[in-house]
């Protein structure tokens, strides 16, 4: 420690490292302020050809990935959830049975209405097929039972006449043998009324109110039998089940069938959606140029890289309007075989509304603005390299030009270029005046709108 203390380091010693350290650490700053950038360069001598090309035009817009349609599955009367046979994620079929209500209270019901069914039509049956030939026998010996009875009281009768003539019995006992014969013959017409009834059978009334109690006993038995269909739960449509809200054993009431999944109560059992179609929103703008049929391109962020397709199935009539901004709702389908998509997913969408066919285009920043009008600088004089344009006589001067619509980083050129004109990309040094102002001219002609 002692010959540590006694080591001391001289002042100018010192004083020449920090010297040291400040002039390396300027070099370097020096190196990076004032280093000419190689990229820089080649930018600043960099010019394009003017090129006549077939340019596709689109229009963006952002939208979401939606389902067709989307509803909550419910029961159509109250009761517990007998069986579960799906879960999320699962991918149905329409008329795939999804659930089973417990249908214990109906079948009482049900059987007690195959009883009243059976009860009507055997009275129908019956009325139908008219009285046995039994029956008729046994009303025809009625008749001749009773005219035996008419036939001994006539003869009675006039027995009683003629006793009551010589004096041998009374008046009395000759009106009781009167009564007895109109009794009997009263007994006869009876029994020949029944025997008629018997041999012409069912009155057509009696028959068709027999039908009646068939027609009301079968329509108790389907009420019955529609009530015990219904507890078995099917899916209206194909789709997958975004969402269980019940389990086995839950009490679960009817809901709206149509509403949306977000306001599903705990009395839906599941949620269903169908498939996915893209719903976009296009500026007023541009809504116009937007057809049904019309091809689109669709980019997700979720699988960067990947394109989808589809067509534009329908178009909003009403307009909507957020924070003063109007647009149309735009639905396109969308194939997705893989099934990748998920509700809710944010997407680009391209609409394919045609193609400007033998255009001139140049890149849209090589436009200027010189004294107010818009142009290029066009190279002149020998031609270099078209990635670095190393002549050195080369010379640029400003001409203007008419534009048109703007697609991606191109514009279309309508005069003022021709094919094979060289546009630079930047101003050669020395030549960039005081303001330089990029433009895009929209609109053909000199007026429009930046497409896609």
Do not use: C, H
Not at 310 to 325: D, E, H, K, P
Not at 341 to 364: C, H, Q, W, Y
Not at 405 to 425: A, E, F, I, P
Request: cysteine-free; hydrophobic content about 35%; overall charge positive.
């Amino acid at each position: 420690m002692k010959d540590l203390k006694k080591l001391r380091v001289p002042k100018w010693l010192t004083t020449l490292l920090i010297v040291g350290l400040l002039a390396s650490g300027g070099y370097a700053i020096y190196n990076q302020v004032t280093a000419p950038n190689p990229r820089e360069g080649r930018r600043r001598g960099k010019t394009v050809t003017v090129e006549q090309v077939n340019l596709p035009v689109t229009i963006a817009a952002n939208g979401t990935v939606q389902p067709e349609r989307s509803v909550n599955v419910s029961p159509k009367t109250s009761g517990k959830l007998k069986e579960l046979l799906v879960k999320e994620g699962d991918r149905v079929e329409q008329g795939q049975i999804l659930a089973y209500m417990d249908d214990s209270n109906f079948q009482g019901q049900f059987t007690q209405a195959k009883g009243q069914v059976a009860s009507a039509q055997a009275n129908l049956q019956r009325l139908l097929a008219g009285n046995r030939n039994q029956d008729i026998a046994q009303a025809q010996a009625r008749v001749r039972d009773a005219e035996a009875s008419v036939r001994r009281a006539e003869q009675t009768l006039r027995q009683n006449q003629q006793l009551f003539n010589t004096g041998a019995i009374s008046q009395r006992e000759l009106n009781n043998s009167l009564a007895d014969r109109d009794s009997a013959t009263a007994l006869l017409a009876q029994n020949k009324q029944a025997l008629s009834l018997q041999q012409v059978g069912s009155r057509p009334e009696e028959i068709a109110e027999a039908r009646a109690q068939v027609t009301t006993a079968q329509g108790s038995l389907q009420t019955v039998q529609t009530q015990i269909a219904d507890t078995v739960i099917r899916a209206p449509f194909s789709g997958v089940v975004t969402k269980k809200f019940a389990d086995p054993g839950a009490f679960v009431t009817p809901t709206t069938s149509g509403s949306a999944v977000s306001s599903a109560t705990s009395s839906s059992i599941l949620s269903l959606a169908s498939n996915n179609q893209i719903m976009a929103n296009v500026a007023e703008s541009n809504i116009a140029q937007i057809k049904l049929g019309q091809a689109v391109e669709i980019k997700v962020d979720a699988f960067p890289g990947k394109t989808f397709t589809g067509r534009v199935i329908q178009l909003a009539t009403q307009s909507t309007t957020v924070q003063n901004v109007t647009s149309f709702e735009v639905k396109s389908s969308i194939a997705d075989p893989a099934k990748l998509l998920r509700a809710g997913m944010s997407v680009d969408v391209e609409f394919k509304i045609g193609t400007l066919n033998d255009v001139l285009v140049i890149p849209t920043v090589a436009i200027v603005r010189q004294e107010g009008t818009s142009g290029v600088l066009v190279m002149t004089g020998e031609k270099g390299d078209s990635q670095g344009d190393r002549s050195t006589n080369r010379r640029s001067e400003f001409r203007p030009i008419n534009t048109g619509v703007s697609v991606n980083d191109k514009t279309v050129v309508l005069s003022g270029l021709q094919v094979g004109d060289r546009v630079m990309l930047s101003f050669p040094p020395g030549e960039r005046p005081q303001s330089r102002t990029p433009s895009v001219l929209p609109g053909l002609g000199g007026g429009g709108s930046r497409q896609r």
